[in-house]
Each structure stands twice: as C-alpha cells, then as structure tokens.
C-alpha cells in the first residue's frame, strides 16, 4: 500500500523496534518446547526489504538477521543493557585500543568454527568500497578506513590495519578515536562474522546465508519468495530458540499484514501504529505495543535567519501540545517526548528536554519579545501519512498558538533530504531518526553533532560537540552514559531540533504463543517465541 | 433539463462553498481541535470530525472547489487538445495525422498511473495546477481518438467539399463545419469526464502524489481517512459519498447530453 | 440480351397466398402518432406479381414490413389482418409466425449491402434460413448455397460461397440476398425496391432473374418500387399508393395507359425523357395532398423550353485525366506500391453559355472525378482545364479562388452537401461571406433573393436543412451554387436522390433558371431519361473515357457506341 | 498477413523507442540522490563507495550515453542490474508470471461482466436488467476503486472468508479472484455501456431484419447476428484497457501484496531504482504494442471488411 512508497530513513523502514517497554508477556522463560513437527509452523511476518541480502555487510539489522546471525554482543531486551553474546570479553584501557576475546565453541551452520578471522574477514569485507556495501561507512570506527576509502584517488590498503588477528579466539583492533561505546555498537548485525566461502564469494550467500544464529535456513531463497523456513540451528551456542520451526511470510509491503493476522494467515505480525486501535478492540489474537527506539522531531534550517534566534526556535517548539498530538491524533499509540529517546536507551532517562514543554501563552510571549513574526510559514516533511497528519496537527497549534500562518507540504523523501543537505528548504522539517545503536549518544551525535550523519539543521556547537566527545572518552560506560545525556541537554537547550514523540509499533500474536518480546531494531525476537 | 440540476447546484457549491458549508453551524473547515479527534456525528456536526478535529461537514462541502475545479479544468484541457489535434490530424490527414497517431500510441502505450506517478514525482510541486496538468498529459489521447475519427468522417462529407469549392479556406471549414458537426460525441465524454477526472484525482492523492495538505479535497480527506476508517467509517464514507453523487451527477448529465445531441440514440458514444 | 419480357402467368386467381385486409400502420414520433397506412387491401397470387407503386412515404415499404415483422422501432399494426393461406398471421404466437415469415414468406430488402450481416460469409448467410426450418447439416446447408449462387447467376458459386458480402458488387449482392430468401423455398417473395440502387444495365439483369424464379416456382412476388419503367416491365397488377392510401389499383396495362386517378397521371407524365423532351413538367404539390385528395399543377404551356446556347465558351477541358494511387499507399517510411488507377483517361470537353452538356455513364465511370476537375477540387493529372480561357493550372491561389467563383458545383445528396447546423439562410450567405461580397444587411438581401429565386419563401432563410424535405434542400443547394454569380454549374446527379414528382420540380427549376441567367450547365447523371430531357449535348462515359458525344437526338436514335446500345437497351419505359 | 505483421512491428520500432526514452528522461530527472537512496538516508556513504557506484552504474555519463548503452543492452535482451544489484531481467521474469495471470484475470472478469450485462441491457433496452446495469455501472463510476477493493478485502477475505485476503500463496483461481476482481472493476462499466450501445445500434440493422424475415428464432439473431458485430468496437476497447489494467496492477498488488510487476515498479520509483523503473516500463509498452497488434489481426478475424494489408 502506498504509505509505505516513501521509504523512511532506513532503519525506520525495517520497523524497528527496540523494546523499550519490551515486555516478556508470559513469565515462563523455560523453554516448553513443542517437539512434534507436525503441527503447523509459526508463521512469522517480515517484510522483502529485510530479506534481499543477508550478508552482514548488507544487512540492516531486522529481526530476521538476528535469526541467523549473532554479533560479538547482543542488546537484552528487558533490561536495555548490552552483553557478551560471541565475544568472552571486550576491553581496553584507553577506550582506542580493545583486545576482544571470543568464546570457545560457536559454530557457523555449516559446522566450522567461528574465529576470530570470521569477524576480520566480515569486516575487511563491508569496509572495501569495491563491494560497496551499505554497511561500509559503519566500518568507519576502525583505524585504517581512511587508506581503504580515501576521499579522492585509489584505495591504498586491501584490509583494515586497525583489526588484527592474534590467534582464533582473539583479536586487537585499533581504533581512530577513543570510543567507550564500542561493545553497543558490535552488537549491530553489520557486525557480524561470515565463513570462509561467504569472504570469497559473498553474492551466492546473499539470500543462502551460513550464519551463526539460533536459526538457520537449510536451503536459500528466491528474491520474491512468499515463505521461508527456517530451522533452530541444534549446536547453537547461545540460548536455544523456542520453536523448532519459523515460517517466515514476506510481505512487499507491511500494510497488509493486520488483514492476514485477523484471517489467521499469520502467527506474528509486527502491525503499524494505524492499525494498533483496531487490534486492541478485537478480540482475535493479543498485542503487544513496543515504543521504537526512535524520535520524531521538528528541525529548524538554522541557516534562515528567521530561525537564526534561539527565542523563536523555542517559541515554536514550546507552542506545541505534544500530549494532545498523541493522546488524540496518534490514539495514544506513541509517547510524547521528554528527551531525545525512549528512556530504555542508556542515558535516554538522564537527558532533559527543556523546550518539550507545553506553554502556549509562554510562547507567545517570548516570539513577542524576539520580534514577533512576519509571513507565512511552511513546514515540511516527506510523504508519510503519520508524518503528515502531525506535521498538520502541528501547524494547526503554530496558527492557534501564535498566530502564525502555517501550512505544510509534503515532497518525496529523497527530495527533502537533498534539500536540506543543499540548503534549500527555508522551513521547519518534520523527520525520523532512528537510534543506530541502544545508545543516547547515538541520537545526540545524528542529529546535533557537527559531523552528525542526520545533522539536517546544520546546527554546530563547539561545545555540545566537545561533551559528546567526552562522553564517548569517558572511563566507564555509567559514565558514558551521564556525559552523553548532559551534552545532549546542551544541545536541546539551544533547541536546533525539538523533540515531538517516540512512535510506537505493535506486535500482534496469536494465542498459545507466549514470550513475545521485541529484538533490537528488528521487530520480534524471533529466537524468543515460544508455544504453550 | 432536469439532469442539469444537480451538476448545476455542485457548481454553485464549488464556486461558494461558504454558506452550505455553514447550514449547521460550524463553517470553517479549519477551526479544528485535536479534542475533537475522529469524534462521532453530533449534533451540529452531522458528518463528525476529522482527524486533526476540524468539522468534516465544513471540509467535505470546501472540498467540492478543489476537486469540481480539477475535474473540470482537466476536462477543458483534455477537450480543448482532442478538439485542435483530432480536428488538424483528420483535416489534413498524411504527415499530420501520422504524427497526432504516434504520439498517441506513445501516450496510450505508458500505462497512465505508473506515468502520472513518474512524473508527478518528478515535478515534486503537488498543487491544483500540476496535478491537472499530469491528468491531462495522460488524458487527452482518448477523446482525441475519438475526435479524429469523428472529424474524419465529416471532412469526407459533402459540405465540407462543398466549402472548399466555393473557396473557404482550410481554417474556415475546420471551424465552421468541421469542428461544430464533429464535436459532438467529444461532448458527451467530456461531460463523463469530469466526474472520472475527479475520481483519478482522488486516486493520485491516495498515492500519495496528488493534492496535499492543506489543500482541501476530497482525494485527501479520502487519503488521510484509509489509516482508520476501520474504527471510524464516517471518515471514509462522507467525502466517499460527496464524490459519488458528485461523479453520478456528471454521468446523468453526460447521458442526458448524449439522449440530446443523438435523438436515435442508437449511435455508440465512440 | 438484357430486353425484358414478362409474362403472364395463368394461375387460380381465386386464391390468393397472402390476403391483407384493413391494414392499418402507425408510427410513434415526437409530435405524436401518425398514419403510415390506412386500410390497406391487398392479395398475392401464386405465379403473379403484384407492384405496389408510390414515393417514399407513401407507405409501401411499411405494409411490406408489418408483413414480414420488421417494422421499424416505434411502428406498429393498429388493425387489421394478413392471412397466409387463410390464417392470420398477426394473430398467431411469435412460434408460429416463424414458421410463416421465411418459409411461407420471404423478403429482399432494398439495400442489400444493409441486409447482410458483413462479418459472416455469404454462404452462411443464405443457408441459414433454411438450416434452421429444415434442419439442414451445415455441410448440406453449403451445398444449397452453392446451388442457389449458381442459381441467381453468380460465377464460380464454389469460391462465391465462402466470401464476404463486401467482396460483392452491388448487383451480385442483390442476386445473394434473392438466394437467401429462396433457400427456404416461399410461396411468397416481397421485394422492397431491391433494383433501385443499381446501375440499369445491373437492374434489368435482376428484374429478368425475378421474373423467372416467379415463373419456375410459381412465387406470387410483391414487388415495391418508385419506378413506372419497373412497374412496366414486371407487373401483373398495380396498386399506387400515396400518404398511406391506395389511391388507385388494377392490372399493369390499365393504370399504366388509361390511369384513374390525377396522381397516378401526373406521375406518369412527370418522368422526365427525350419523348417530352425541353418541355415544363407537370408537378405534384408536396405536402398538399392528404389523403386521396392530391394537387397536381399541370405545366402552363406544352412547348418546349429548352434555352439557346451562346458562343462564348465558358470551360473547356483538354485531354484533362486523373490517377489516384490505391488505397494501400504505403506508410511513413516508404512510398506506397506502384499500384495506381486511372479514374479519368483523356477526356475533352467544351461547355458554352446557356448550354447544358449532359454526361451519362454507370457507377464507376469517372464522372464525379470529372466533375471535380472542373470546379477545381481536384487537380488533374494529365491536359488542362479552362475556365473563361484562364487555364486553372497556371494560376496563383488567389486568381484561382476569383477563376473558380465562375464556376460551382451541386452535389448529388443534399441531405450530406449542406451542414447541419447552418440554417439555410447562412449556408446560402457562406460563399458570400468567404469572398467578401458586401455587408450583413446587404448579403441579408441576396439571401432572400436567391431564395425567391429558387422558388423558397423568405422564412426559409432560418431553417435548418432537415426541416427541408428532399427538394427544397436541393433548391437551397442550388441556391447557394448561384450566390457568387457564376457561369457555370456543374451538377453531378442532382435528381438521382429525389422522388419522380421532385425531380420534376428540380428540373423545371434548373431549365428555368439556365433560361434567365444564361447559365451554362455540366449534367451529370446515370439517368439517360433526364440527360435526354434537359442537354442540347450528350458524353457518354464508361471506363473513365469518353466512348461517345453528340447531339441528344443522335445519341438517343443512333448510338454508335456498343456501350451506349447497351445503355439504352436497359432503359425501361412506361 | 505476414508482410503486415513485420509492418506494424517497425512502425511499433518509433513508438518503443519514443516510449522508452521518455521513462528514462522522467526516471533521469526522479528528485533525490539515487546513491543515497540506495544506502538509505541516515548512512554515511564514504566517497570511494560512491566512486564506485557511480562507475558501476555510469551515473555520470550524459544522459543520452547512458540512454543508448541501456538501449544496445536492451538489443541483446540485456535488462541491465538495478540498483541494488539485482539482475532487472530476474525482478522482471519473477513478478512477469503474477502479473500477467493478475491481469488476465481481470480481463476475462471484465469481458464476462461488461460484455455480459451490456449484453443484457442492449438486447432488452427498457428493462429491469437495463435499469439495474445502467444504475449499477453509474454507481460504479462513481466509488473511488480503492474503496471497492478495502471493502472486497474485508467483506469476502475476512468476515466470509471465502477468499484470502492477500498474497498469492493459494494460487489461481482463489488468491486472484478478488484482486482481479478489484482490477475489474474499473473497466465493467465503460465495457458494459459500450456493449450496449454496440448492440443498440445494430440491433435495428437491415440484416437483422433479414434474418427476422427468415424467420430465424431470436436466440439465434441476438448471438450469430446482432452480438457477433456488436462485439467489433468491444474488442478494440477490450485491447486498449490492457494498459490500463497493467498501470491498476500497482494499485491493486499494493493492497492485496500480490508480488507483480505494479509493486516492483512503483517501489522502484519511491527508491529512485532507475533501471527497474525503465525494464518494466519498457516491457509494459512492449506488451501493449503486441496487444494492440493482437488485438488488429483479431479484428481481421472478427471483421472480414477490414483488409489487413489495408491498414497502416
């Protein structure tokens, strides 16, 4: 269906989800298992764009990529912590240097061992342009991206310096800057380790991958396949998966799968927040209602004059009824926010939002005392119909509240971006950012850091940047955490972006099933389902 | 004429929609309250709210303008291009013709919605004008068609040979005989026209690359009302119903036309 | 040998086949109901045939078609029966009618291009009926048609079979439809004016076949037409009917030479031929007659006419000749075959003022091609053509549009030649408009005196052309051809289309005004009858060629053309 | 027959190339980075990747290069490697087959329909029938398409539950009926009004009363005579409303999650993916000049009048 043409940022598309309410439903946490293979198979709904290539160089993270797959560590759930999941330990002394540790016993679904050669290999992999993987810039933590992708000329290495193989089980990597977040961010897919054969030739196992998660697929896939099946991996190192079978359903587009679930084509279905009204009052089934991992903001094009003063920026943000945008146009389904992130994120429950308050004569006031304004003003966003119908809601309060006429449009996505980037946009722009990893820090250096890979608002403060720096150098992750919120708080203060929500999602089940809890950026934890 | 009626009393909605937007009260599509969310029909708001709170009564009747005016002005566009090219294309037929049919063939060959979508992307400016102007690029080969064919056949009758041999020139003949003896079956489709214009309209919008807010139309009350029409119907039902008898009254009035201009009606509208 | 005799057949008059009593016909139209025929008598006789004679709306074709249960929509018998073998066919169950209307009774319509189905193959087509009452198998039905071809005179009926109607000529269309009616064997053939669409040569081909099969089969024929010359030729009784009347009924010899009724002479006397040749025909005053009672305005003097032609010569056409590539011209990217045809081959001609040069030949003969030459629609391919000695050829655009207001042309269905939508008063002003003569009021004024003088009222002026009957639209044609003052007038079949009392007004009205305007006139027409009554010369045409032309009197007593023996052979006379 | 086949396959050369050059100029002019599009917005692209993205995808070539390299490529039946270097050929020849039994579906759904009840109506004008399809097709018109297919979706796939609400996993005929009826939709009115006029026209025709003078029963009139030339103009409409079925198809595959070619395309267009954009946009035309083509000689068969060598 046409909602989802505009694709969002990339992690938006998977519908992501971490579980910050995440919420173990059924307490027992045993592992009833069903072992007779007759009964149907749970059908699990995913969507095509999680499934084209499941190279980890490829791969963006949705729950079905960590069927397969398991990283160095892995990001719990219940807890919002990061643990060891491959790696025995991971450490360093001065946050640049790491020495990373694996456990002894993992295996690849083919039997071999994973080495610490299948982590160098995976990455050497994503971080050769030659390949040009999605996940190359992710590789740019390690020392020696720079010589593998040189801003002009050839390449002068074939391999990143920073990641060194010692033996089988351990490895030293380098890394450009100090970095006390790294175990957060080897928890993403794209980190993950491949085989011997999958370094050679990675296109055969794009969609025939040889992973080394709690499930594997016995043969590969079409592009295009309806259903995929796919099986526990028995010699699994890890927490062992619920089920003995997952039936995996693709859907082009996720729209549909809310109808599917209620004729009881689908087991498990991540549904959109649209449909969550409808799921709660029927009876079929039971819902689980997750909060992305994300933030909906309003950014402001600081290179107009007309936002070039601090006072306006926060008359506008505070003339909005973030409590009435989701309570009566979003039903509920998302909360309103305090912070740059959920609060399950590390840090996110430290940061203070001082322009996500609701004070309409107050904004007046202080858009009087700043010069009050002059003309017409346009919001903007790309084409999606929640984004539209806020950033409408929205510009209905700025009229109300202000007294200013405000409109919106709309434009593709792409549009809107080269916009920005080019500067060419002169309005207040509505947008997603999902978080890159569980971490505060990553929403605070997207969107607000000078070199920010989502810094639409060309906003740069030389102290906001230096906090977030300390907070990434900080000497243990508590720490990390705390420096990271309070830069954050700097920035917000300076408002080059106000904070509106965190959009929700739902996990719809069928009944007998029971742990259903929501995976790191990827919808549910496939691993996790369990009948009984 | 009857079938006149209604289409007549929608242009006058459509030309000042003020005062029937106001017959229970609340006339200003925009004075909306987020309280008001999706709230059922009551009384003074027979038709409920909209999402954003405002009174959907008030936004369906302003809505009538935008999609009544790119209804017809798609239809004037359209009939306008079917009249000049179908007329030169049938009038001087050889390198004239081939080219008017080619071009069609070309137009008729993309399929309309993929092209609209291609192009509408493209221009990215989503108002009244471009929308209308995208109908038309991908409207007009079907009435010319059937303007060509129409004008063939009268640039073969007698009195258009008889014009030439008392000297009238070629621009004469085509629009003293030709055109006015031609035009006549392009009438009738234009008159259905209007009403399919309207509903393409609405369906570009339900792509996500028609009209947009906060533009009021039909196309994007229906848009923003698909997310929960399953909880709250009225969303979806009352311009869904504005736009079918809007539609109907064009097609009543079209038939009626066609029962005038051919008394046998016997002849096909192709 | 194309004469054709009739003979008299000697069956049981006592019995008629059909028998018609108090038929009466009624059309729903906007204003109402109205009478198509009134109490319409009528009886078929095997072996004889039964001519019903009258103009159109006389209601002929409506009792044929209440016979057979094909009356148009909105038509509908309001009394009356029609016994078949003493049985009322109207009174029966549609089952049972069935097994009458085809098998009892068959019918060829008139335009037989209409009456057959063009997507289905002839043999089908004729097979069909008999297939579906005899239950024939589709391979004998094949066999039948063949027989039935080969029957009504169609070569090689083996290939015939399978073809299309639109693979025919008109003529051997006709001779298909005949083979479809007699597939089913009738008793009974009603013919609605199947000949009048044919060139004459073809029609007394079809008239002779007719007359056999009545004489094999014994079929009692109704046979409709406008034509004395038909009704001459194959009658046993007439019946002329007028406005839904019988105005007059008897035996051929009868109402052919000693008619009852003032109509029924009027129509004969108002044919127009050589024999009265030159002289003002008598005219049945449309409109005025309802019912039996019908004006005829008898000629005011029985003298000859006819205008004295000049000396100055107002076109001549030297060795003037066109080709037209055919059809199949090739497309964008490359010429067209080499295929062409010669329309016109050489032709000669020279028209004075105040002179009419008739031009006579059948369908296909290359005189509407010649026709437009001379007005200037068409360039030609070969020779020239001078009007009032400037060659059109050699002339800029703007000397030719002056050159060729001299000249104007009347086409042959004025039902087509006037638009629509222009009233008559505006279709008239047009060429007065196109070149600039005078202003509103003073165009107003010629607008009525062209009216006047093709004999209209001035409030003829604000109607439209099918408010006009047939005449009258013809006059406004006419009309209009005179409003820039030319010299000449090329007329291509100006009658053809009208009924016999209209085309004698037609033709009192172009002799008269060649008599006061020194008009110099092109007549063109198949109709050797009125050629011979209005030319001082003939040209005969066959083939795109000139094969003879003369004097009228050497052409009609001495034709010295095989083609034009040929042409005259088929003429039929009252 | 044969000499104007090949005819009208090189006068369809100018209209392929016409068509086709125009998708790639409006793909070539799509708003946005394709290369960030690719990556997705919130990735950083490191200059070498983008180096050899636009190298692997001659993205810096003029346009007319890149034009002319896609046609040659074309030639030889080469659809070329979309974005996310998937071979175009294989998104093409996987969505072809659901496409196509989509569409064809939908168009005997709307042969059936249109024809059939226009049928009816023409032959008893005036008549309950009559009434019913002309109130009926008017209504129709007037119910915006999506409307008519969310409602089919949730009527017969949900609360009845004869049909599956989407996908094709069920295969043909139950998981295509109620897509290809909602694809139908579209064509049944304008279908049925135009087979009634058809045969409103020739049901008053001279042979008709030739064969009511043959006393042929009114079974056979209205099939062998009045339908069998009414169905001329149908079938000529029935070939042009292909196109307009296969442009409906992105709709419709969007809303029943049908994985055909409408979705690709339309997908493909919100991700800049060009050379998805113009395969299937190419194949598209093809397919609806061979219809078309199809549709002529058809016609040759239906209508013996028209002479195929006679037609340019």
């Not at chain 3, 020779?383 to 042959?412: C, F, I, N, P, Y």
Request: net charge negative.
């Amino acid at each position: 269906m046409p909602r989802s043409l505009a694709s969002r940022p990339r992690s938006a598309v998977l519908i992501a989800t971490v579980a910050a309410t995440a919420l173990t439903l059924s307490s027992c946490g045993g592992s009833a298992e069903d072992s007779s293979s007759d009964i149907e198979p749970v059908v699990v709904a995913t969507t095509e764009g999680a499934m084209t290539d499941m190279t980890p160089g490829m791969s963006q993270g949705s729950n079905v990529d960590y069927a397969l797959f398991t990283p160095l560590t892995k990001y719990d759930a219940s807890s919002g912590d990061v643990e060891n999941a491959v790696a025995e330990s991971i450490e360093s002394e001065d946050q640049v240097h790491w020495t990373i540790t694996l456990e002894e016993g993992w295996t690849f679904h083919d039997g071999s061992p994973v080495t610490a050669q299948s982590f160098a290999d995976s990455w050497n992999l994503a971080a050769d342009p030659a390949n040009a993987m999605d996940n190359n810039g992710q590789m740019v933590i390690f020392e020696g991206y720079d010589e593998l992708n040189p801003v002009e000329g050839e390449p002068t290495a074939t391999e990143l310096s920073g990641v060194e193989v010692v033996d089988d089980l351990t490895l030293e990597v380098t890394l450009t800057e100090p970095n006390q977040l790294l175990p957060y961010r080897l928890s993403s897919t794209a980190f993950s380790p491949i085989t011997e054969e999958t370094a050679a030739d990675p296109a055969e196992f794009a969609r025939a991958p040889i992973g080394n998660g709690p499930f594997m697929v016995e043969e590969g896939w079409e592009l295009g396949a309806q259903d995929v099946t796919l099986t526990r991996f028995e010699d699994y190192s890890g927490d062992a998966a619920g089920l003995e079978q997952i039936q995996l359903r693709i859907y082009q587009d996720p729209s549909s799968t809310y109808t599917d679930f209620q004729s009881g084509q689908v087991d498990v279905a991540l549904i959109e927040a649209n449909d969550l009204t409808a799921a709660e009052e029927n009876s079929s089934g039971e819902v689980v209602e997750v909060t992305l991992p994300a933030l909906i903001y309003l950014g402001f094009p600081t290179w107009d004059d007309r936002f070039a003063d601090v006072d306006v920026r926060t008359a506008i943000a505070t003339a909005i009824d973030r409590d009435a945008i989701v309570d009566q146009l979003l039903e509920g389904h998302g909360t309103a926010a305090t912070g740059l992130s959920p609060d399950v994120l590390a840090g996110a429950d430290q940061v203070d939002c001082p322009t996500c308050v609701y004070d309409p004569e107050g904004a007046a006031d202080l858009l009087e005392s700043a010069g009050g304004w002059d003309g017409p003003l346009e919001l903007q966003t790309y084409a999606d119909p929640v984004n539209e119908m806020v950033l409408q809601a929205i510009a209905n309060q700025l009229s109300d509240n202000l007294g200013i006429d405000a409109t919106m449009s709309t434009a593709p996505i792409g549009q809107v971006y080269d916009n920005l980037r080019a500067e060419e946009s002169d309005g207040p722009f509505l947008l997603y950012s999902g978080a890159a990893y569980p971490h505060v820090y990553a929403q605070a250096n997207a969107l607000m850091a000078t070199t920010g890979g989502l810094n639409m608002t060309k906003f740069s403060d030389p102290a906001f940047d230096e906090a977030l720096s300390g907070a990434k150098a900080a000497a243990d992750l508590e720490q990390a955490a705390q420096q990271a919120a309070d830069a954050a708080e700097i920035g917000l203060a300076e408002a080059p972006i106000t904070p509106i929500f965190y959009p929700s999602a739902g996990i719809v089940h069928s009944e007998g099933l029971t742990n259903i809890q929501a995976e790191l950026l990827g919808g549910v934890n496939i691993a996790a389902i369990e009948r009984g | 004429m009857l079938p006149a009626l209604p289409v007549a009393l929608i242009l006058v909605v459509a030309i000042a929609p003020g005062p029937f937007a106001g017959i229970f009260g609340n006339g200003d599509p925009r004075v909306c309250d987020l309280a008001n969310s999706r709230a059922d029909p009551r009384p003074g708001h027979p038709f409920g709210f909209d999402v954003q709170g405002c009174d959907l009564w008030a936004n369906v009747v302003w809505g009538t303008r935008s999609s009544v005016l790119i209804g017809i002005l798609v239809t004037l566009g359209v009939l306008i291009i079917a009249i000049v090219l179908g007329t030169l294309a049938a009038y001087f037929r050889r390198w004239v013709d081939m080219l008017v049919s080619r071009s069609l063939d070309i137009v008729l060959g993309f399929p309309a919605l993929v092209g609209m979508v291609v192009v509408l992307t493209t221009i990215g400016q989503r108002n009244a004008f471009t929308v209308s102007a995208v109908l038309i690029l991908f409207g007009w080969p079907g009435m010319t068609r059937v303007m060509r064919g129409s004008a063939l056949a009268v640039v073969d009758r007698d009195y258009a040979d008889a014009a030439r041999g008392y000297g009238a020139s070629s621009w004469r003949v085509m629009w003293r005989h030709v055109v006015p003896n031609a035009i006549a079956p392009v009438l009738v489709l234009a008159s259905l026209a209007v009403g399919t214009m309207i509903t393409a309209e609405s369906a570009l919008t339900f792509l996500g690359i028609g009209l947009q807010q906060p533009a009021i139309s039909w196309g994007v009350q229906l848009n923003s009302a698909q997310a929960g029409f399953r909880q709250h119907l009225h969303l979806l039902l009352a311009p869904a119903l504005f736009l079918s008898v809007t539609v109907l009254s064009f097609v009543v009035f079209g038939e009626a036309i066609r029962r005038r201009l051919d008394p046998s009606h016997q002849r096909s509208v192709r | 040998m194309t004469s054709v005799q009739a003979t008299t057949a000697t069956t049981d008059l006592a019995t008629p086949v059909v028998r018609v009593r108090d038929l009466s016909i009624e059309f729903a139209t906007r204003s109402g109901r109205s009478t198509a025929v009134k109490k319409m008598d009528l009886d078929l006789h095997p072996g004889r045939t039964l001519a019903v004679l009258g103009e159109s709306g006389s209601g002929k074709s409506a009792t044929a078609r209440a016979i057979m249960g094909v009356l148009p929509p909105g038509g509908s018998v309001t009394s009356g029966t029609v016994e078949v073998h003493g049985v009322d066919l109207l009174a029966m169950r549609p089952k049972e009618q069935r097994r009458v209307r085809g098998p009892v009774v068959g019918m060829v319509f008139q335009d037989a291009q209409s009456a057959l189905n063009p997507v289905l193959p002839v043999g089908y087509q004729i097979a069909e009926g008999a297939r579906a009452h005899r239950g024939m198998s589709r391979k004998a039905g094949r066999e039948l048609a063949i027989d039935l071809l080969d029957r009504v005179g169609i070569a090689d009926p083996r290939r015939a079979v399978d073809r299309f109607p639109h693979q025919f000529s008109g003529g051997m269309r006709q001779r298909v439809m005949i083979a479809g009616a007699l597939a089913i064997d009738p008793e009974v053939l009603i013919a609605d004016e199947p000949t009048t669409a044919l060139d004459v040569t073809v029609q007394s081909q079809i008239l002779q076949l007719m007359l056999d099969l009545r004489d094999e089969r014994g079929l009692a024929l109704m046979f409709i037409t406008h034509d004395m010359g038909v009704v001459a030729t194959i009658a046993d009784e007439v019946l002329v009917m007028y406005d839904g009347h019988v105005l007059e009924r008897g035996t051929r010899d009868q109402v052919l030479h000693a008619p009852e009724h003032a109509y029924t002479r009027a129509l004969l006397e108002s044919v127009p031929s050589a024999d009265n040749r030159g002289r003002e025909l008598p005219v049945v005053a449309a409109g005025v007659g309802r019912g039996e009672v019908v004006e005829v305005i008898e000629p005011e003097s029985d003298v000859e006419v006819l205008s004295r032609p000049g000396n100055d010569v107002v076109v001549r056409a030297q060795g003037v000749g066109r080709d037209f590539s055919l059809a199949s011209g090739g497309d964008w990217w490359r010429p067209g075959r080499a295929g062409r045809t010669t329309a016109v081959h050489e032709v000669d001609l020279t028209v004075h003022a105040g002179e009419t040069l008739g031009v006579v030949g059948e369908s296909g003969c290359g005189k509407s091609t010649l026709a437009r030459m001379l007005t200037g629609g068409l360039a030609p391919t070969r020779g020239r053509v001078e009007v009032l000695g400037r060659d059109l050829s050699a002339l800029t655009r703007g000397e030719r549009l002056e050159v060729l207001r001299d000249v104007q042309l009347v086409h042959q269905d004025p039902s087509s030649s006037l638009d629509p939508r222009l009233s008559a008063g505006a279709a008239i002003a047009e060429p007065l408009v196109v070149h600039g003569v005078g202003d509103t009021a003073s165009r107003r004024a010629r607008v009525l005196e062209l009216l006047d003088l093709v004999g209209l009222d001035p409030d003829h002026a604000n109607r439209l052309p099918h408010q006009f009957s047939g005449g009258q639209r013809q006059r406004v044609e006419v009309a209009r051809a005179l409003a820039l003052e030319p010299r000449l007038l090329v007329l291509d079949e100006p009658v053809s289309a009208l009924d016999v009392s209209v085309q004698a007004q037609v033709v009192n009205l172009l002799m008269r005004l060649q008599r006061e305007l020194d008009l110099a006139y092109v007549f063109i027409s198949h109709d050797l009858g009125v050629v011979g009554h209005m030319s001082h010369r003939v040209l005969v045409m066959n083939g795109g060629r000139v094969v003879e032309e003369g004097p009228v009197a050497q052409i009609e007593d001495d034709p010295r053309h095989p083609y034009t023996s040929q042409l005259l052979a088929a003429v039929l006379r009252p | 027959m044969l000499g104007y086949i090949v005819r009208r396959l090189l006068a369809s050369v100018p209209v392929l190339l016409g068509t086709t050059f125009l998708i790639f100029v409006a793909v070539y002019a799509l708003p946005g980075d394709p290369i960030t599009a690719l990556a997705g917005e919130d990735q950083t692209i490191s200059p070498a990747v983008r180096r050899e993205l636009t190298e692997r995808y001659g993205l810096d070539d003029p346009l007319l290069v890149q034009y002319v390299n896609y046609l040659t490529g074309l030639f030889v039946g080469d659809f070329g490697v979309d974005f996310r270097g998937v071979e175009v050929s294989y998104v093409i020849a996987r969505a072809w087959p659901t496409t196509v039994l989509l569409a064809l579906t939908a168009w005997v759904l709307m042969a059936v329909f249109g024809i059939g009840l226009g049928a009816i109506a023409g032959l008893r004008p005036g008549g309950v029938v009559d009434g019913a399809v002309l109130a009926a097709t008017t209504v129709l018109i007037g119910i915006p398409f999506f409307v008519v297919a969310y409602v089919g979706q949730i009527v017969f796939g949900l609360e009845f539950g004869w049909f599956p609400t989407s996908g094709t996993r069920d295969g043909w005929p139950l998981s295509y009926v109620l897509p290809a009826a909602s694809l139908a939709i579209f064509g049944v009115p304008e279908l049925a009004r135009l087979t009634r006029a058809s045969i409103l026209e020739n049901r008053y025709a001279d042979y008709v009363h030739a064969a009511v003078a043959k006393g042929l029963s009114p079974m056979r009139i209205a099939v062998r005579h009045v339908l069998r030339t009414s169905l001329i103009p149908v079938v000529s409409m029935l070939g042009l409303s292909l196109g307009g079925l296969l442009g409906g198809a992105v709709l419709v595959e969007g809303i029943f999650n049908v994985p055909g070619l409408g979705y690709a395309i339309f997908t493909a267009i919100g991700q800049q993916n060009g050379p998805v954009v113009v395969g299937i946009g190419s194949l598209v035309v093809l397919v609806f000049l061979g219809v078309n083509l199809l549709v002529d000689l058809m016609y040759g068969v239906l209508d013996p009048r028209v002479s195929l060598d006679r037609r340019g």
